[in-house]
């Protein structure tokens, strides 16, 4: 059940945009290029940092949705449990394990970040672009998992490969 009297039980995302209708181009916009623009990762290598992130922040709506779309986008269906018990064991690319170290760290403990994090990024064969891809894609989901545990988004797991196979984003 949503927290704010005006939303639905089953209000989405775009339902906050009835709350706070000026945010929605800003959003959008913000949304689109960091999920859909140029980018060194994939749509299913955004989508898997966004919904490990979510994961990680036990937000289970963002976590949910962004999870189906991932595997829409070629991300295996286990790799999210295995990804959050042990990054070295998970079914991804070597080269995405120090991304994902990295975003871990700033999900979950963000004032501890230093130069070596950012160095076994860069170590790994990423340059300075993709790091900063990676940040803004774990700051957009921070942010998103805020925004939706902050007004009580409810996760419903059976609308989410509907939605995922909806959504008319491009395969990678």
Known sequence: MAFFPSLAPDAGIGDLFKI?????????????????????????????IAAYTSALNACDYCYGGHAAIAREHGVEDNVFE????????????????????????????PSKMVQADADA????????????????ICARFNMMNRLSLGHGLNA???????????????KS
Do not use: C
């Not at 018990?85 to 975003?103: N, Q, W």
């Not at 990024?121 to 803004?136: C, K, R």
């Not at 419903?156 to 491009?170: M, V």
């Open 121 to 136: 990024v860069y170590q790994s064969g990423w340059n300075e672009e993709a790091l900063a891809d990676a940040i803004w």
């Open 20 to 48: 706070k209708p000026g945010h929605r181009e800003g959003f959008g916009k913000f949304s689109e290029a960091v999920m859909r623009g140029t980018s060194n990762f994939t749509i299913g290598d955004r989508e898997l």
């Open 82 to 109: 295995i990804l959050i018990d042990d990054i070295e064991l998970a079914p991804v690319d070597d080269k995405l394990k120090p991304i994902l170290r990295f975003v871990r760290k700033l999900t979950l403990e």
């Open 156 to 170: 419903d797991p059976t609308l989410f490969e509907s939605r995922a196979k909806k959504l008319s984003y491009e």
